[in-house]
């Protein structure tokens, strides 16, 4: 009961001190007031991690999937990674029951991060109106930077399908559906599946018709939907061990000319950028499945 009490007053103070932190929005609207269009604030966090959801039904970003290293805090040279046996290799005892034993182990160097960038157009003379450019702020520019992370970590240059050793798997094998051979893969493994990520048509297409996203969320599985995974396709793997988000610790918000082609009519846009990389420390440990 004690330590219960404990948990409690922990997460009431940090209830209090989030809802006394300045959101990123209204950070920008104090610079915007003071300096007009040469407005630019920097912080020293990753806003798309810094803005809470108003909706009653949530839907979890892809960072939440990881566990997310603040290099700006955690100063890191390398990751360790594995790689699975190679044909040629010698025999390892045990390795046919534990396979993981035959895996080679890495070390690489911390891979640059990459811009995730995301621009709006300022409705002209809503910063006239502080609470409308904050609202603004908040729940479009940033919601549109976190659509643009989902981007950069499921697709982008080094997101997870384009991470090699990551396999495609098509059958379903004995189990009729290949989210749960994959699971049983990575179980055969030694590790877990913790996380699926699937494009909202399919999620929705087995709620109507099987109970495929009830057990396996029930089964501890953490799901995000998002169009950003093909119809057809979705990721599986164990992002609680197996993979990490390299993330900077800062981002910026500021007044900007953006690249021909980034909006659809000319007028004033603000730009809001962060800085971040996916690595996969187990690839073997990760599918991409065909549904």
């Known amino acids: 009961m004690q330590q219960a009490d404990g948990v409690k007053q922990t997460m009431a103070e940090v209830v209090a001190d989030r809802k006394n932190e300045k959101l990123p929005g209204r950070m920008f609207v104090e610079a915007c007031a003071a300096k007009g269009l040469e407005a630019c604030v920097e912080y020293d966090v990753t806003i798309t991690d810094s803005l809470t959801s108003s909706r009653r039904k949530p839907r979890y970003p892809a960072r939440n999937m990881f566990k997310v290293i603040d290099l700006s805090r955690d100063h890191r040279q390398y990751y360790w990674h594995e790689s699975p046996a190679q044909s040629g290799d010698p025999r390892v005892n045990l390795a046919d029951l534990r396979r993981e034993l035959a895996n080679h182990f890495h070390k690489s160097p911390v891979p640059e991060l990459l811009p995730t960038t995301a621009w709006v157009n300022v409705p002209?003379?809503?910063?006239?109106?502080?609470?409308?450019?904050?609202?603004?702020?908040?729940?479009?520019?940033?919601?549109?930077?976190?659509?643009?992370?989902?981007?950069?970590i499921i697709r982008g240059e080094?997101?997870?399908?384009?991470?090699?050793?990551?396999?495609?798997?098509?059958?379903?094998?004995?189990?009729?559906?290949?989210?749960?051979?994959?699971c049983n893969e990575v179980e055969q493994k030694g590790s877990t599946v913790d996380g699926l990520i699937i494009n909202p048509a399919d999620y929705y297409k087995f709620l109507a018709h099987s109970?495929?996203?009830?057990?396996?969320?029930?089964?501890?599985?953490?799901?995000?939907?998002?169009?950003?995974?093909?119809p057809g396709i979705a990721i599986v793997g164990d992002f609680g061990h197996g993979a990490q988000l390299f993330d900077a610790g800062r981002s910026v918000i500021r007044f900007a000319e953006p690249p021909p082609g980034t909006l659809a009519e000319p007028g004033i846009a603000l730009m809001a950028e962060i800085y971040e990389r996916v690595v996969v420390n187990l690839p073997t440990n990760f599918f991409v499945v065909s549904l």
Not at 158 to 181: C, D, V, W, Y
Request: proline share 4%.
């Open 124 to 152: 002209p003379g809503l910063w006239d109106d502080a609470e409308a450019f904050e609202s603004f702020l908040n729940y479009r520019l940033i919601v549109r930077l976190g659509t643009a992370e989902n981007h950069t």
């Open 158 to 182: 080094g997101g997870l399908l384009n991470i090699p050793g990551i396999e495609r798997m098509t059958s379903a094998g004995p189990f009729g559906s290949t989210i749960l051979a994959a």
């Open 211 to 230: 109970r495929l996203m009830e057990d396996v969320e029930n089964n501890g599985v953490f799901i995000v939907r998002t169009r950003l995974v093909d």
